[in-house]
């Protein structure tokens, strides 16, 4: 099927640049690999570009070794393409489990210093239901690392995403707004995030079952619209920049030596995620 990261990339950062925002791109070492110009444009316009794994290879079907491999070489590679350090990890699929105990000390290993992976929810595949929900240090015998879980809400005493991806299509915005709020209350930052392709409800479709084929083509057209109106309520900056904010968990962490994303809190800026 014809590629349409790039047309989609760029409509990403024209909103962007329309709205005077920076976010946070994880981008696939894969994509960068193929298409070196996005994640130079990306850094120019002043967006963080961090990882996404090089493969998308979900966590819990990797060994550490083939981890910390695919980990490493997609940092480096992203690093050689944009001049810059990345400092930043997702997961594929937020597919941190109980079964990757090893996960954190051979990202660590792999030269990041935060990660963005933890799903602190039952989810179909990853989640930790235990998790915590704030941004906190992961502190273990051989690493030091902050995390920024997925942002969840309250519903029907459930924790529940309403903040990216599937679940940011399938959710009315009015609700959206009301669970954002609910985070921010409890003084946690809202991370959002996006895919390219689901601001383009024309894009190919695989075949799949109806299941997965509901979760992943619901409401494409309502995406871009959805996405303005967070980016005129919600001041949002990159991972990086939030780390940095006054009063950010940095101060605690220390001077540090595709997906996008933006993270949001109420007095300090969000930030957000491609």
């Known amino acids: 099927m014809p590629s349409r990261v790039e047309q989609n990339f760029y409509h990403l950062l024209e909103i962007f640049a329309r709205k005077n925002v920076r976010t946070t791109c994880f981008f696939l070492g894969w994509v960068g690999e193929r298409f070196s110009h996005l994640v130079r444009e990306a850094e120019a316009q002043g967006h963080e570009i961090a990882s996404h794994g090089y493969a998308h290879r979900l966590v819990y079907e990797m060994t550490p070794k083939e981890f910390y491999e695919d980990a490493v070489r997609s940092r480096k590679l992203l690093e050689d393409i944009s001049g810059s350090p990345v400092w930043g990890y997702r997961a594929a699929g937020f597919s941190v489990t109980e079964r990757t105990p090893w996960f954190f000390d051979e990202l660590s290993k792999a030269g990041y210093y935060y990660d963005a992976s933890v799903f602190p929810a039952a989810r179909s595949h990853g989640g930790i239901r235990s998790a915590l929900r704030s941004p906190h240090i992961v502190q273990r015998s051989n690493s030091r690392l902050l995390e920024f879980p997925m942002s969840v809400a309250g519903w029907d005493r459930k924790p529940t995403c309403f903040f990216g991806g599937g ?38 479709r695989l075949p799949m079952n109806l299941c ?26 990159t991972f990086r920049d939030f780390l940095f904010t006054a009063g950010g968990p940095a101060r605690s962490f220390g001077q540090a030596q595709a997906d996008f994303s933006f993270v949001c809190k109420e007095d300090w800026p969000v930030a957000a995620s491609f």
């Open 212 to 237: 997965r084929r509901f979760k992943s083509y619901i409401n494409l057209q309502r995406t871009e619209k959805k996405i303005s109106r967070i980016l005129d309520e919600f001041p949002v900056t």
């Open 167 to 204: 679940y940011l299509r399938l959710f009315p915005y009015w609700l959206i707004r009301k669970m954002a709020r609910q985070v921010l209350a409890a003084g946690r930052p809202v991370v959002f995030y996006i895919h390219p392709r689901e601001v383009d409800p024309a894009h190919p």
